[in-house]
Structures are given as structure tokens and as C-alpha cells.
């Protein structure tokens, strides 16, 4: 499979997805749009990848809708474009167009090398793990263009951050750097430009090589389904993942390696 917008590399059981438009700061397009979709079902399908990298190609992690598209715009159509393939397997609320990745099986990391912006901001808000360059510069700005917060970015930030820090970082519109970021916990890890790769995919193998991937798998759709139970559902739920867990074939070889001192073989079953 081959991509016209996205550079897709696999290496260390760690499948990277890299925005390729640096020319237009890795804006979005409809086009870009579709490989990134791809690109991710491609390493979610792909049994020998446990950890899947966001970026960007260049000075920019994405900064955004393509604004040379939007005279082309008919916003009543905007609903309709096309989402993929309905999965009844799969909870709606992550089944759109561009909020998918809580759907995607295996942790994903965004990487965040510079700009992000609009479009761009929900895109490492649907990531599970958030890690940044000190220079990185945010900025919702929807506020500033004229527009709404889109295709469900009030959601997700607010999930993020919280209900007020993401209504003002909505409603000014202003442009927040890496600590700040770090700060009110949109991030998680920030680290020099020079260093960021390093220091993101020796995390990323961290994962890759001592975490289960059936833990992690389980574990991210808790924290996905989490928004829409109460507590009772939620520990009702957890105690059969419990019982999944505690009678599986990685429970097992993680104990065997703890008590022999080893590095774990995990299989994700």
C-alpha cells in the first residue's frame, strides 16, 4: 500500500505515520485526510506493530484545514462526506471522520515536532499520548477564521484539559507554547527539538518491548469508554476484563518473567 500525502515506516514493532505536505505545513486536505485513515488502519491491522508514532514532516506537526481549499467549501455538504467503513463492532462516537483513533486497537503517540493548529490540534487530541518540542506553538483557532470548534475538537480538548481551560483556549483563540502545554496537561512530555525523536521512540519501544499488548489494548478502551459510563458500569466492566486478563496467555508469561527476572515475551493473547 502506498501513499501519496504519508510517509509510512515500520521498524521495531513501531509502525510511523508522517504528514507529508511540508510545503503547506502539513495543512489538511481531503486527500491527506484519507491516507492518514489508511495509514493507521494499515498498523492497527498489522500484527507485528504494538506502538504507532504520529508526526510531521518538516517545521510542522499540522497547522490545520488547507485554507486554499476552503472557497470550495459548500458547508452543507461538510457532514456528508464520507467517514469509511461502519463498524457495528465499535462505539459510533468514534467512528467519524476524523475522530477514529480511539478506535485504533494499539496505543498512538503523537509526536509533535512544531505547529499545530485547528484541525491539526484535534489530530493530537485524538492520539493517547501527547509528547512535544519545547518550540512547539498551539493554537485552536477556530475563533480567529471565523469558525466553530470542528468535527468534535470542544470534545476532546475539554477531555484533554478540561471544561474551562478548553473553553478559553477555544474562545481567545491565542497561541500557547510547549510548557504551557506541558502545563495544563495537554502534553504529557516536552523535550528539546534536537531530542524529541530520540527521546519519543525510545518511549514508544519501551512500550513496544515491556507492555502487553492485550493490557494495552484493554486498557485504552476503558479510558474511551469511560466518558460515557457511570462508575457502577465502568467497575462492572473492569471486573470482566479482570477475569479476561487474569486467564491469559500474557498474564501468565508476565508473572513467569517477573519472577524470573526477565524481560517479558508477550504475545497480545
Known amino acids: 500500500m502506498s501513499f501519496q500525502h504519508v510517509i509510512y515506516e515500520m521498524k521495531n514493532n513501531i509502525a510511523t505515520v508522517k504528514l507529508n505536505r511540508p510545503e503547506k505545513m502539513n495543512s489538511l486536505n481531503d ?18 506493530v504494538r506502538v504507532i508514532v504520529l508526526t510531521g514532516e518538516g517545521r510542522a506537526f499540522c497547522a490545520g484545514g488547507d485554507i486554499t481549499g476552503f472557497g470550495k467549501i459548500v458547508p452543507e455538504e461538510l457532514p456528508k462526506k464520507p467517514s469509511g467503513p461502519f463498524d457495528m463492532n465499535r462505539r459510533p462516537d468514534y467512528q467519524s471522520r476524523h475522530v477514529y483513533f480511539p478506535a485504533i486497537s494499539k496505543p498512538i503517540i503523537a509526536m509533535i515536532n512544531g505547529a499545530v493548529a485547528g484541525m491539526g490540534l484535534l489530530y493530537a487530541l485524538c492520539c ?3 509528547i ?5 506553538v498551539f493554537t485552536t483557532a477556530y475563533s480567529r477564521i471565523g469558525l466553530a470548534a470542528e468535527y468534535g475538537t470542544h470534545w476532546m480538548l475539554s477531555l484533554a484539559v478540561g471544561h474551562a481551560r478548553a473553553l478559553e483556549l ?19 512530555h516536552l523535550y528539546p527539538r534536537e531530542k524529541l525523536a530520540e527521546e519519543t521512540y525510545a518511549y514508544a519501544q ?4 515491556r507492555c ?4 494495552t489494548r484493554i486498557i485504552k478502551k476503558q479510558m474511551f469508554e469511560a466518558p460515557f459510563k457511570t462508575l457502577a458500569e465502568a467497575v462492572m466492566e473492569a ?23 526477565r524481560a517479558p515475551k508477550f504475545i497480545g493473547k
Do not use: W
Request: hydrophobic share 35%; proline share 3%.
Open 132 to 136: 512535544a518540542a519545547e518550540e512547539a
Open 170 to 188: 477555544l474562545i481567545s483563540g491565542r497561541r500557547f507554547y510547549g510548557p504551557e502545554a506541558l502545563r495544563i496537561g495537554l502534553v504529557t
Open 206 to 209: 519501551e512500550i513496544a518491548q
Open 239 to 261: 471486573n470482566e476484563d479482570m477475569i479476561f486478563c487474569n486467564s491469559s496467555t500474557d498474564f501468565k508469561e508476565g508473572q513467569n518473567a517477573f519472577l524470573g527476572k
Open 212 to 215: 502487553s499488548p492485550l493490557s
Open 128 to 130: 493517547d499520548i501527547r
Open 31 to 48: 486527500d491527506l485526510a484519507d491516507d492518514i485513515r489508511e495509514a493507521m488502519h494499515k498498523a492497527d491491522h498489522d500484527k507485528k
